[in-house]
């Protein structure tokens, strides 16, 4: 594989992305949206998986270069998340700049795009849907589900929603809730539901049950099959 770091920029804030490729061009590009900790190596690991795939994978920077969140610090991973989850205008123009960069690699084909988002990335990759982006697809992995403030457009991405049933973050009346604002918004939608799963459920580090997030091996190869189902059928 070919992997480089990719410097860019929103609104004056410097954001460094890992991007990879299987060698080649004209490749699917993959949107990797990483969890609260930051662009670490959970996301790069991710991105990694979507190369040996076939495709080209961007892993973005939601925080800025060289910013990243701490195992554990509960309080200061929500200080670097909150900022978003509570301005969804922000969150969203900082997901498309991470898109525009994305495209602008050489090896890519910018009119075959995806993303992919884990837990806060989830969050981030449905407001890219609801905003009404040129993408084909997103897969929330894990992710948030409640909407902001902000006006969303048609949604034209095809979704799709992995989920531990016992998540303590998303309830399941956010669930169904989600599931009626996809439906209202005539958006082609798909929400997998996986018993006795928690949050961070594809994470091998995760391994916290009172703060809600433990790994689930079962549901982490569910999932992945459900995913590269889903990049196969948008892309082919």
């Not at 994305?102 to 795009?113: C, D, K, L, T, W």
Request: include cysteine; aromatic fraction near 10%.
């Amino acid at each position: 594989m070919e992997h480089r770091y990719v410097e860019y920029e929103d609104n004056g804030i410097t954001l460094e992305g890992y991007f990879v490729t299987p060698g080649g061009s004209d490749l699917p590009l993959i949107l990797v949206a990483h969890d609260w900790t930051g662009r670490r190596q959970y996301a790069i690991d991710k991105a990694n998986e979507m190369a040996e795939r076939g495709y080209a994978a961007f892993a973005l920077d939601m925080y800025g270069k060289g910013v990243f969140g701490r195992d554990g610090d509960v309080e200061y991973n929500s200080s670097l998340m909150g900022p978003f989850a509570m301005d969804r205008v922000k969150l969203r123009q900082r997901v498309h700049a991470a898109l525009t960069a994305g495209r602008a690699q050489p090896e890519v084909n910018g009119q075959r795009v995806a993303a992919i988002g884990y837990c806060f990335g989830g969050m981030c990759v449905l407001e890219l849907a609801r905003s009404g982006a040129d993408v084909l697809g997103v897969v929330s992995v894990h992710g948030i589900f409640s909407p902001g403030e902000v006006a969303n457009k048609p949604i034209t991405s095809k979704v799709l929603c992995l989920h531990g049933h016992d998540d303590p973050m998303v309830p399941p009346e956010q669930v169904v809730a989600f599931e009626q604002e996809m439906t209202a918004a005539g958006a082609d939608w798909q929400m997998h539901v996986y018993g006795a799963t928690t949050h961070a459920f594809t994470n091998p580090g995760a391994n916290n049950p009172d703060f809600g997030t433990v790994y689930s091996e079962r549901a982490n190869r569910r999932a992945d099959r459900s995913t590269t189902d889903f990049f196969e059928e948008i892309f082919n």
